[in-house]
């Protein structure tokens, strides 16, 4: 190959990795970029005086005082709206059959939406649910809210040929003549007076519990479990992975026995998720009964079998990667050969043994299927360290699928989905960054 083709080549192979790592930087923004956008909004965000209430009533947050203030403001100007919905009420009372049935059944949805809205109104029952005690605690959520207030969805099929488009008519046409037409404009008018949004700084989100499945709170339940999970897998799987690692490289011999549990080894590392989920639920729950259903403990075992070939093969070729003149060196002096490996060959394999388990730990928080069936609930409380062996718990990974797919009300939390996803892309890249420094601290020690 002459120099001028190699040179060609070269320059080749460098364009098709730069654009290789360009792509992946493009396509890791596409993903990121939303969930970053999305999740600090579960934090960070403009807060109605309802968010206000909501923290003082079920957290004991907040200046009581200010917050009275505000509500009496906020009072002045729903006592209006209030007022036109008994008048229309009334009105209602004086119609004919016909007519009152007719209107009736236009006002509901309207009454419905200003519950949604403000929070119960006068008259209303006591709502048994948290969710129905307030009205919009988030500032975007009620400019929806208000949409839905002032119009009425329709939709066009008059042409058979295309498709049906949607379009909207003012609510306040169909209660022309009457006297809750001024309704609308008031409440458009009004609404910040009404609502009082302010930009709000939400930490609780990181720290509290949640209230009425997700509605309101934080999810700290979900982070403390999710660590339990995680810790509790690395406790188990660690020492176990690198005493295995050691035997593969130190003491095992050429043979049958060792190829077959090499083999077992790689065989374990490919099994799906899903089925160390079943294996924890037949093996740890109902044969050796570590707890009478779900728990962490269970749970943290199940991770543990999950993550052990990952370690082991990290371990391994960290241990492999010691150079061979440490050993003939510790074992000239007269050094014994476990002596060798615990004072010699360990310390130095020490940075890609921890890289592997921060990286396995990492890969343990984010699992779902092997938590499903053997520790994780949709919603609890945080639990304790006594809890850990008789109690499941909620856990970030299992908890953002719930609420996106299964959840009654996904829609209306969204803004907690992607808090969640924030919050355990955050924990992993922590500990993959942790992985990187610690590595980087002991290598720099070792050399002096």
């Known amino acids: 190959m002459n120099l001028g083709t190699r040179k060609i080549l070269d320059r080749s192979f460098t364009a098709v990795g730069i654009g290789s790592i360009v792509l992946m930087a493009l396509a890791l923004m596409v993903v990121v970029v939303p969930i970053v956008s999305n999740g600090v909004g579960a934090m960070f965000f403009t807060g109605t005086v309802e968010h206000r209430k909501m923290l003082q009533s079920e957290f004991k947050r907040g200046e009581p005082r200010e917050l009275a203030g505000e509500v009496a403001a906020a009072e002045r100007y729903r006592a209006r709206v209030y ?152 406790l188990f799987a660690f020492p176990l992975g690198v005493i295995a690692a050691i035997y593969f490289t130190e003491y095992a011999k050429p043979g049958f026995f060792n190829s077959m549990l090499r083999s077992a080894n790689s065989t374990l590392a490919g099994v799906p998720s899903i089925v160390f989920g079943m294996f924890g639920l037949a093996f ?54 476990w002596n060798t490996i615990a004072t010699v060959i360990l310390p130095a394999a020490l940075p890609g043994i921890l890289t592997g388990g921060v990286i396995s730990l990492g890969r343990a928080a984010g699992e779902t299927a092997p938590i499903i069936f053997t520790a994780a609930v949709s919603v609890g409380s945080a639990i304790g360290l006594a809890d850990v062996f008789s109690s499941p718990t909620p856990a970030l990974s299992w908890n953002i699928y719930n609420l996106a797919s299964e959840h009654e ?27 990187i420094v610690l590595r980087a601290r002991i290598s720099k020690k070792l050399k002096g």
């Not at 509605?215 to 995680?230: C, D, K, N, S, V």
């Open 83 to 234: 007022e036109m919905l008994a008048g229309f009420e009334a009105e209602m009372e004086r119609m004919k059959p016909e007519q009152k049935a007719e209107y009736e059944e236009k006002y509901s949805p309207v009454r419905k939406t200003l519950q949604e809205l403000l929070g119960p109104l006068p008259g209303d029952p006591a709502p048994m649910l948290t969710r129905f005690k307030y009205g919009q605690t988030r500032w975007e959520k009620a400019e929806e809210r208000l949409h839905d207030l002032l119009y009425e969805t329709k939709w066009d099929t008059s042409n058979p040929d295309v498709m049906s488009k949607e379009y909207f008519v003012s609510q306040a046409t169909g209660f022309e003549g009457t006297s809750l037409a001024q309704l609308f404009p008031y409440v458009e008018k009004n609404i910040r007076k009404i609502l009082l949004p302010k930009f709000t700084i939400y930490w609780g989100f990181l720290t509290d519990s949640s209230v009425d499945s997700h509605f309101f709170g934080g999810i700290w339940p979900e982070i403390q479990g999710t660590f339990f999970l995680a810790i509790g897998a690395m």
């Open 284 to 337: 740890f729950i109902n044969t050796l009964k570590v707890s009478e259903s779900k728990s962490v403990i269970a749970g943290a075992l199940t991770l543990a079998i999950m993550i052990l070939p990952t370690i082991i093969r990290a371990a391994e070729e960290a241990i492999l990667a010691v150079p061979k003149t440490y050993r003939e060196a510790s074992l000239g002096l007269g050094s014994t050969k």
């Open 409 to 435: 009300a996904a829609a209306q939390i969204r803004h907690v989905q992607y808090g969640m996803v924030l919050a355990l892309v955050s924990i992993v890249l922590l500990l993959n960054l942790s992985a």
